[in-house]
């Protein structure tokens, strides 16, 4: 089925999960501004919404399906007739539509969420993919909570979607509960052991709980599904969900793998800003990748290391996510080498003997100040430094 057995499909639910954050609901418009930037960025599949949800919700699907030309676009719906009939007409003027349809797999969820059996969660699991097929070509069916499914029981219910017409098998880590090794396991058996598994894309749709999103994620990979899901920023209900932006990246970075996407990294970060500012979300300082310390270096060793060579403390280039520059941060913690580049920076000339006695001048003045500015290096600069 696939062309590219070494192409991983990038699905995006910023739009979806990710607005499932208390207080970071969108407007229409502001939905429509994130999914041409998410075109822009080269995002293979934008899950729009959950039409059945809510009015505004339906209308949301269908105008992002009218303002992007490129990406597939995916509806939500539950396992039932009413949610995909919702769904189809959301999608009517898409140019790629999919629907997204699933139900629990765990023996939790069938019996404490549905108060049902194993074989009518299957039998329902089955009409509803053939129930989407007949109006949508492209059906993406997920087994919530299979992160805590019985192996041979979610084995059987992937087969029998398959056989029913299901395009992608997503295989969510609805709670974040697996570690990357069981995660990984988990997408190995399925690839095994399911009979028509090469008719379907195996995805990936994991949750942050434990901080495991992206590690399980990459575990997943690995061992052959060809779709991660995230968001951007890694927004999403309770810790958040995968960081769509941490995946991609791991791909570049470590091209051993032999994976890539389709995804324009330098579009990163200005996507990271506004989603952050729309959805008001502060994006953590230390986030990787988009977070504003993410390319800062303040401790002196480190500053030393990177002055000689950037490689050194630098595993990604800040210009291949879209960040502005690497900062060199003055602290109490700084080197002589840092001091002398901003000096150097600002246009003075320094030989070494000054540089010392500049150094212990600046440290006094860095353990009372948190932030040591232009205006700072300057007056500490002595008044025997010429500037070029």
Do not use: W
């Not at 979607?161 to 098998?169: D, H, K």
């Not at 990246?249 to 800003?273: A, D």
């Not at 002055?307 to 996510?321: H, S």
């Amino acid at each position: 089925m696939l062309h590219d057995p070494n192409r991983v499909y990038v699905f995006d639910t910023t739009l979806r999960d990710g607005e499932q954050v208390p207080g970071c609901q969108l407007t229409t418009p502001e939905k429509i501004e994130i999914a041409r930037e998410l075109e822009a960025l080269g995002v293979d599949i934008i899950e729009a919404g959950f039409p059945i949800s809510s009015p505004g919700d339906f209308q949301s699907v269908v105008e992002i399906t009218k303002a992007v030309k490129h990406p597939t676009v995916c509806a939500l719906t539950r396992c039932n007739k009413g949610d995909i009939d919702s769904a189809i007409e959301a999608l009517k003027y898409a140019k790629h539509p999919r629907i997204h349809t699933g139900i629990g797999s765990s023996d939790m969820h069938i019996k404490h969420k549905f108060n049902s059996t194993r074989q009518e969660i299957l039998e329902r699991a089955v009409e509803s993919v053939k129930y989407a097929k007949r109006a949508v070509e492209d059906i993406e069916f997920f087994a919530e909570d299979a992160g805590r499914a019985d192996i041979e029981y979610l084995a059987q219910m992937v087969e029998a979607v398959i056989a029913a017409g299901a395009t992608v098998v997503n295989i969510p880590d609805t709670n974040g509960y697996c570690l990357p090794d069981q995660y990984g396991s988990k997408i190995r058996f399925l690839k095994e052991n399911v009979k028509n598994i090469d008719k379907a894309i195996i995805a990936v749709h994991c949750h942050n709980d434990l901080g495991l999103a992206t590690a399980n994620s990459i575990a997943g990979l690995q061992n052959g599904a060809r779709q991660i899901e995230g968001t951007i920023n890694g927004i999403g209900e309770r810790a958040g969900n995968t960081s769509i932006e941490e995946v991609v990246m791991i791909l570049k970075t470590h091209q051993n793998l032999g994976l890539h996407t389709n995804i324009n990294t330098r579009n990163f970060y200005e996507l990271s800003r506004m989603v952050s500012t729309q959805m008001r979300m502060p994006v953590q300082p230390n986030k990787a990748i988009v977070g504003s310390n993410a390319f800062a270096h303040s401790s002196g060793i480190h500053q030393d290391g990177f002055l000689k060579m950037r490689e050194n403390y630098e595993i990604i280039k800040p210009e291949d996510v879209g960040f502005p520059s690497a900062t060199i941060v003055l602290t109490a913690r700084s080197g002589r080498h840092a001091l002398k580049f901003h000096l150097e920076r600002l246009g003075y000339k320094i030989d070494k003997e000054e540089l010392a006695e500049t150094y212990q001048r600046f440290l006094t003045l860095a353990d009372s100040k948190l932030d040591i500015s232009d205006e700072d290096l300057h007056s500490l600069a002595v008044t025997r430094l010429v500037k070029e």
